[in-house]
């Protein structure tokens, strides 16, 4: 299985953009996704594929990916906003489990 | 509304065991791929097991051997029957579809998730 690594925390003032990163080798080859979760609840997908937003995530969150490296963008981040933010690929051998990162705090200042 | 409910957590011991629930609706679990993923306490997001839509399964290296993965097609729900448990096992237990791209698989929708205690 592949690993994939995040930054453990991030902080952003109120308004101002924000990136969050990803990084591993299945991203080489396969689109990442990216899930918030907010204390004591479900996790729940913001980006998926190339930049593909579910019905009901707010146009602020945008994702991207450059060789190894993924990135899921806030601009004009919200104080409803502060969560755990997870990113996940397929893994390098094609088997279609999850692969998770180990998560990155978002603090809004 | 597509949705999945977990269900079926609560205190065991160690060495027992236990069996999980995953009902979906709005959607075939003959048709889709269905994924269990945990949390341990404090912890980040860890894939565990995927039952896929011809019944293949796959298991993580911490759970192969003592968890297994299963469905009902006519009640439309996956199972997590676990043995063996240990005090480690301890997390919240998600059960979430896993959506396939040509290039991407995403989990959506995740259920609420059901919580799973070990301890003696």
């Known amino acids: 299985s592949s690993d994939l690594t995040q930054d453990p925390a991030v902080s952003v003032a109120l308004g101002q953009t924000v990136n969050i990163t990803c990084q591993g080798t299945?991203?080489?080859?396969?689109?990442p996704n990216w899930y918030l979760q907010k204390p004591g609840q479900a996790p729940l997908l913001v980006i998926y594929?190339?930049?593909n937003r579910p019905s009901g995530i707010p146009g602020r969150f945008s994702g991207s990916r450059s060789g190894n490296t993924a990135a899921l963008t806030i601009t004009g981040a919200q104080a409803e906003d502060e969560a755990d933010y997870y990113c996940?690929?397929?893994?390098?051998?094609?088997?279609?489990?999850?692969?998770f990162g180990g998560g990155t705090k978002l603090t809004v200042l | 509304e597509v949705q999945v409910m977990e269900s079926g957590g609560g205190f065991f011991q160690p060495g027992g065991s236990l069996r999980l629930s995953c009902l979906a609706s709005?959607?075939?679990?003959?048709?889709?791929?269905v994924s269990w993923v945990r949390q341990a306490p404090g912890k980040g997001l860890e894939w565990i097991s995927v039952?896929?839509?011809?019944?293949?399964?796959h298991y993580a290296n911490s759970v192969k051997g003592r968890f297994t993965i299963s469905r009902d097609t006519s009640k439309n729900t996956v199972y997590l029957q676990m043995d063996n448990l240990r005090v480690d096992d301890t997390a919240v237990y998600y059960c979430?579809?896993?959506?396939?791209?040509?290039?991407?698989?995403?989990?959506?929708?995740w259920g609420r998730g059901t919580q799973v205690f070990i301890s003696s």
């Open positions: 996940d690929s397929r893994d390098v051998s094609g088997i279609h489990l999850g692969v």
């Open positions: 299945s991203l080489k080859y396969y689109y």
């Open positions: 594929g190339k930049n």
């Open positions: 039952i896929y839509y011809d019944g293949s399964t």
């Open positions: 709005g959607f075939s679990v003959t048709g889709h791929y």
């Open positions: 979430a579809r896993r959506l396939v791209g040509p290039y991407e698989d995403w989990f959506d929708p």
